[in-house]
């Protein structure tokens, strides 16, 4: 089954080039089922850019997937022009009557920060407790992982001394896991951030679980079953330019920064980087959809 997203948002010529199936709205109320209900709160500066990576990866599911694009209210992007926002964009006050199937928080450029300090903490702290009765299951990402996890556990995030960056071999630690189906024993992942959760943190809780972690970054992967909820720290969803164009963007800015760690051939920024997490980013976001289908009431009111 396809995705459903508006009809002009600019994301849909670019997933129908790839040959993800687009639905518009006529052919959607034709099939005489329920639609998940997946919600996209994207903190990323670039919206149209995340929005596309993630609306790629929900898509190409077998089961009919409705996508509505949230942003935080009191707070105004700067890189996402305010046609856009108008056109494609709820304001979480505008939804957080609604249920929905399946919540997805991304990360965030301030990594560096306090939370305390993130001008629009409290309305995010208001919309995690609202995922706990609102929300079938929640998929935090990066900086918004780190932030679910501070604000329900009390974990803390710990600045690196350099930024985990580059493409980094990771382990599967629980092949059981239905959230890891089909993975390998270890595979690549693209990596980008400033900060860390450490694992003697996490293993402190006990409702949580590491999933996939990596000798050289760390924890990236965690579950915790009783609240339908997954964290992951590093970018699965990442296109294949996506790492060389935050570097080009950090030297343009004179921000000290290394060549992306096993991203270019031969280290070489001129170079043609390879894709080498594409399939297992597909992997698990199918896998969370399809256990969002399997355990999602029919009735939101169940």
Known sequence: MPIKIPDTLPAREILESEGVMVMDESSALRQDIRPLQIALLNLMPKKMETET?????????????ELTLVRIGSHTPKNTSADHLISFYNTWDEIKHRRFDGFIITGAPIETLPFEEVTYWHELTQILDWTETNVHSTFTICWGAMAALSHFHGIPKHLLEHKAFGVYRHRNLSPQSPYLAGFSDDFSISVSRWTEIRKPDVEAVPSLQILMESDDTGVCLISEEKNNRLYIFNHVEYDTETLGDE????????????VP???FPNDDPDAEPVNRWRSHAFLLFGNWINQVYQSVPFDFHE
């Open 53 to 65: 990576q993630i609306a790629r990866l929900i898509g190409s599911t077998p089961l009919q997937v």
């Open 247 to 258: 570097y080009r963007r950090d030297i343009e800015a004179g921000t000290p920064i290394k």
């Open 261 to 263: 760690h096993d991203y």
